[in-house]
């Protein structure tokens, strides 16, 4: 179905060339949705999917941990849709201190989409509204970085931008003038809070995204933000515990068609289009993650039950594990920090963690060793 273009355009005048910019009506789309057969089962399909995933949450006795990875896949999987060459490894590495085999800023800057859903999980916990304030505070957090400290974080921008093209007048989209960011953001904060009229969450996940895409409100970092905020509404609405879905797998995997269908609500109103996407996107997320989280589950107690069998190191050993999951890419200094034990005995345990194959050490030097739960970051990269 093609309605109207969900919005008005503006001429903008300057002094170089007039140029339109576009300017979204308020959510829910009007007229509304032509719910099909077939999108109605993506969405059941969808919310059958996360339903597991939330179960499985529920059920792991390592959920934090699990979490912690996941957050680390999401970061980097939504930073590389935006260009970044950052990997997981990359991610780890940088978090111990070490160089990893991308330049330091690029590790850097997908540290700060860590911090930022961080951030912003620990506000809504906090009781803070979903709005347009902490939309901001994300944004300041997640551009704490030396290229983003000079677009204004945390600040709405002041100046036009543009998708595609060389300038406005060419650009394959330009996004709302600097003077309607304002409304706009209102419209869509209190949208995002049920008004006027209670909106489905995951429904209300995939309209907001490309509204707040459409605005753009800030000079950089928009696609990183929105991704975001996709995970955080989920978890703000009810439908997920835990941050534990991780979409930009297949916004990456499918990256063409997700700029062509965000691309056609503008231009062509196609909601309906993009909407049986989003929830194939989030149905297969939601499956993998459940996946995911049980083969690392499977993987944590195999390797618990061959530890167990160290004697009186058990114990010990058990500890470096469980520090392992949080952090699988280590160095021993770092374990005796996450686990409280004395470097003698952290050594020795990484003796006996590595001649059954648990841990493999990555640098084969004599000092500053960098070890790594192999298989476990083998399970993470699986998809990456």
């Not at 007229?31 to 059941?44: G, K, Y």
């Not at 709302?176 to 304002?182: E, G, I, K, L, Q």
């Not at 083969?295 to 058990?318: F, M």
Request: proline content about 8%; glycine content about 6%; some cysteine.
């Amino acid at each position: 179905m093609h309605r109207q273009s969900p919005g008005t355009y503006r001429t903008v005048p300057t002094a170089d060339e007039p140029f339109r910019a576009f300017v979204p009506a308020p959510l829910p789309p009007d007229p509304p949705l032509a719910w099909s057969p077939a999108m109605r089962r993506r969405f059941d399909d969808a919310l059958v999917a996360l339903g597991r995933l939330d179960a499985v949450s529920a059920l792991l006795l390592n959920a934090a941990l699990v979490l912690n990875s996941f957050v680390r896949k999401e970061a980097v999987l939504s930073s590389q849709i935006e260009g970044m060459q950052s990997s997981l490894a990359d991610l780890l590495l940088y978090e111990i201190d070490e160089q990893p085999s991308v330049p330091m800023e690029d590790a850097h800057e997908v540290s700060r989409y860590v911090a930022a859903l961080e951030h912003g999980l620990a506000r809504l916990r906090g009781g803070f509204p979903l709005s347009v304030r902490l939309i901001s505070e994300m944004h300041a957090v997640l551009m704490d970085h030396p290229q983003g400290r000079c677009k204004t974080p945390g600040e709405f921008r002041r100046s036009q931008v543009w998708i595609g093209g060389t300038r406005p007048g060419n650009a394959v989209f330009v996004p709302p003038p600097p003077d309607a960011v304002s409304d706009c953001l209102g419209d869509l904060e209190r949208f995002l809070n049920d008004l006027p009229e209670a909106t489905p969450p995951l429904l209300k996940a995939a309209l907001a995204h490309v509204q707040f895409e459409t605005i753009h409100p800030f000079l950089d970092g928009n696609g990183r933000i929105g991704r975001l905020m996709i995970v955080l509404q989920l978890v703000h609405d009810g439908l997920l515990s835990e941050p534990l879905l991780y979409p930009s797998l297949f916004f990456k995997k499918h990256r063409a068609l997700y700029y062509e269908l965000l691309n056609a609500v503008r231009v062509h109103g196609d909601w309906e289009r993009w909407l049986e996407y989003f929830a194939e996107g989030v149905e297969k997320s939601a499956t993998q993650a459940v996946a995911t989280a049980q083969h690392l589950l499977a993987l944590v107690n195999k390797d618990r039950n061959r530890i167990a069998t160290l004697g009186r190191g058990a114990a010990s050993a058990l500890a470096v594990l469980q520090a392992l999951q949080r952090q699988p890419v280590t160095t021993a200094p770092a374990l005796v920090r996450d686990t409280g034990l004395a470097m003698a005995t952290v050594n020795r345990m990484l003796v006996q963690l590595i001649d059954p194959g648990i841990v493999a050490e990555l640098t084969q030097r004599q000092r500053n060793r960098i070890f790594s739960y192999r298989a476990y970051v083998d399970v993470l990269n699986a998809e990456l």
